[in-house]
């Protein structure tokens, strides 16, 4: 049989895996940061409607420019996001992490290098390495939030040509304040000038606000949202950034034509049309996150604060560590999620029955060990 390594792939991928949380089939799935609720009904009917009238042009290409969705996207940013953006700021691709690769090939790529603030989503290193550029894993503190002074001595010292700030950061939740982006952008354009990304996947969730307003006069920074998240809509494959106009144009350079196809393009806008209805699940989830972190430090665990739709909590020392606990709660019909951050779980806000299953889980878990 042929193995991967026994072709002729490129020596940096060799012995690698390929990024992907189990899809297994357990009763209640908390494990990969979606939102539990299903599309209502009246958005599925004006997909369908949506859909059905660019069926009848899919013998043409796309929209290449996609301006329509970029248009209603902007729309969205504009009366959420407290920064007027039009169309020309904004592009959009298939998922945040398409957004994320076409960023890494026209700032990043061989000889250059990227770096991201670990932990911290795992494919901005995954997207680096398919991309040809270097990884730099960059400090946090104990308690996950950015440090500041140590993050800024790491890029004055590299000199790296992307730097990824995530906030709210995934897995840990942790939001990182405007201060500390303005302070690492600076850091950032002194040291080459690079590209600052600040990936704001989670960022509806927050307690707090976006970070777009400090795109105002900074034309090397970037803001990537999604609508897998607070749009409910993983399976769609739709993410998008606001930035310069100039970094839109830039993009263009990489981008393969026609990349959003109209059936995306069709879905993604019948969405928007339903933005109040879909973010009216995001309040929902917010107290549904801080009812898992209330309770969770009820129990007894630890729970690094969160901004986002999840909750990291911990800790799990000793021989098994992380990974038996995981088994453990999985036993009981709840899938979690170990990303490898050693001593702690993350947990994704579920449906309040969801939630219950997994509360119940760990409360046995703990008297278990008493
Ligand atoms: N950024 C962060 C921080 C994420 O956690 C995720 C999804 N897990 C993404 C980007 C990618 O999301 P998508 O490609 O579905 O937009």
Redesign the pocket.
């Known amino acids: 049989m042929t193995r991967i390594d026994d072709l002729p792939i490129r020596e940096e991928l060799r012995g690698k895996s390929p990024y992907g949380a189990p899809q297994l089939d357990v009763p209640v799935r908390l494990n990969t940061?979606e939102n539990p609720y299903p599309l209502p009904e009246p958005l599925v009917e004006r997909i369908a409607e949506r859909v059905r009238e660019a069926a009848r042009e899919l013998n043409r290409y796309p929209d290449r420019d996609a301006v329509e969705l970029r248009t209603e996207l902007a729309r969205y940013l504009t009366r959420t996001g407290g920064h007027e953006v039009t169309a020309a700021n904004v592009w959009a691709a298939n998922?945040?992490?398409e957004v994320i690769q076409q960023l890494l090939q026209t700032f990043g790529g061989p000889g250059r290098t990227a770096i991201g603030f670990e932990p911290s989503?795992s494919?901005h290193s995954l997207i680096s390495r398919g991309t040809g550029t270097g990884w730099i894993s960059g400090p946090r503190n104990d308690d996950f939030t950015v440090n500041t002074e140590q993050a800024e001595k790491a890029i004055a010292e590299n000199q790296p040509d992307v730097v990824f700030i995530?906030s709210p950061n995934?897995p840990t939740g942790t939001a990182v304040p405007a201060e500390t982006v303005l302070a690492l952008y600076e850091a950032a354009q002194a040291a080459k000038p690079s590209l600052v990304v600040v990936?704001e996947?989670?960022v509806e969730f927050s307690h707090g606000t976006s970070l777009l307003p400090l795109l105002e006069g900074r034309p090397n920074l970037v803001v990537s949202r999604?609508m897998?998240k607070a749009f409910g809509a993983?399976g769609l494959?739709l993410?998008y950034l606001a930035a310069d106009p100039a970094v839109v144009d830039a993009v263009q350079l990489v981008r393969l034509p026609y990349h959003l196809s109209a059936v995306t393009q069709a879905t993604a806008l019948a969405a928007l049309e339903h933005t109040d209805t879909l973010l009216a699940y995001v309040d929902q989830l917010k107290q549904e996150r801080d009812r898992i972190v209330r309770e969770l430090w009820e129990m007894g665990y630890e729970v690094t604060a969160s901004d986002a739709n999840f909750v990291q909590f911990g800790r799990f020392e000793g021989e098994g560590g992380a990974h038996d606990v995981w088994q453990q709660i999985l036993d009981r019909g709840v899938l979690v999620r170990d990303n490898g951050v050693p001593g702690w779980l993350r947990v994704t806000a579920g449906t309040p029955e969801e939630n219950d299953a997994f509360l119940d889980a760990v409360r046995e878990l703990k008297k278990e060990q008493e």
């Open positions: 940061n998922g945040s992490n989503y494919m995530t995934n990936d996947a989670y999604t897998s993983a494959r993410g």
